[in-house]
């Protein structure tokens, strides 16, 4: 069994302030974890994924998550907030033996200020 | 590649009627996934296809559901009769093969309303 949760359903930074999305995971086996971001009518669109690798994942426009074992947890971070950042950010989780489908989180919405 | 195809984009329908829903895959993607995004539950699986074959269908919803593939370029979930709690976005995803470490691909979605 597999399960994600977000904490915080809408997130509000400033432009140019640190964006953290929180991303916890429960799994049976190793995990395969991914970030995915949907914009206004639009549909889901990858920003990074870890499959057993590198803990500390890069993603597209400056995002990083880095899978912490100990604390079964897979954050969202980007340094400097962009206008253009506001989505929707889903985290996702997978097994990474056998085959199992993506289970996602309820996602956080993250606005951007001026 | 264009990308993940769906259609309609928009549906606005009146209870007890049919709908159909239909996706065009990435050339060369092996699974197809439909999913349904509410506010209340989120995305939610309800069905996949590895190889035009249904895998998994334990996430659709009742019997008023159902899915085809029947080849592999192109799906159809269709709702009959479809039910004001109905009302939500069904996005259709695909990925190479059934490996968990592929990244989905999805649609732009269909926004159904059911009134």
């Known amino acids: 069994a597999q399960s994600v949760t977000q904490l915080g359903s809408h997130v509000s930074v400033s432009e140019g302030a640190l964006v953290l999305l929180r991303c916890n995971y429960s799994?049976?086996?190793?995990?395969?974890l991914f970030w995915y971001v949907q914009y206004p009518n639009q549909g889901l669109q990858l920003l990074l994924k870890?499959?057993?690798?590198?803990?500390l994942v890069k993603g597209i426009n400056g995002f990083e998550a880095e899978f912490k074992k100990s604390e079964t947890s897979f954050h969202l971070t980007k340094p400097s907030a962009h206008m253009s950042d506001a989505a929707e950010y889903f985290c996702?989780?997978?097994?990474?033996?056998?085959?199992?489908?993506?289970?996602f989180g309820k996602g956080t919405m993250l606005l951007v200020s001026p | 590649d264009a990308g993940v195809i769906q259609s309609p984009r928009h549906e606005v329908t009146e209870m007890g009627q049919e709908v159909t829903l239909r996706c065009k895959p990435i050339?060369?993607?092996?699974?197809l996934f439909w999913y349904r995004q509410t506010m209340m539950r989120g995305l939610e699986l309800l069905i996949y296809?590895?190889?035009?074959?249904?895998?998994?269908d334990s996430g659709m919803p009742e019997d008023r559901f159902s899915a085809k593939m029947p080849n592999a370029s192109f799906s159809t979930l269709k709702i009959q009769p479809s039910e004001p709690r109905d009302s939500a976005v069904y996005f259709c995803?695909?990925?190479?093969?059934?490996?968990?470490?592929?990244?989905?691909?999805f649609g732009a979605g269909s926004r159904l309303t059911v009134l």
């Open positions: 996702a989780v997978t097994q990474n033996s056998g085959y199992s489908t993506l289970t």
């Open positions: 995803a695909s990925s190479p093969n059934r490996s968990g470490a592929n990244v989905l691909t």
């Open positions: 050339s060369g993607h092996n699974s």
């Open positions: 870890y499959t057993s690798a590198a803990t």
């Open positions: 296809f590895n190889n035009n074959v249904p895998i998994d």
């Open positions: 799994s049976s086996v190793p995990p395969y």
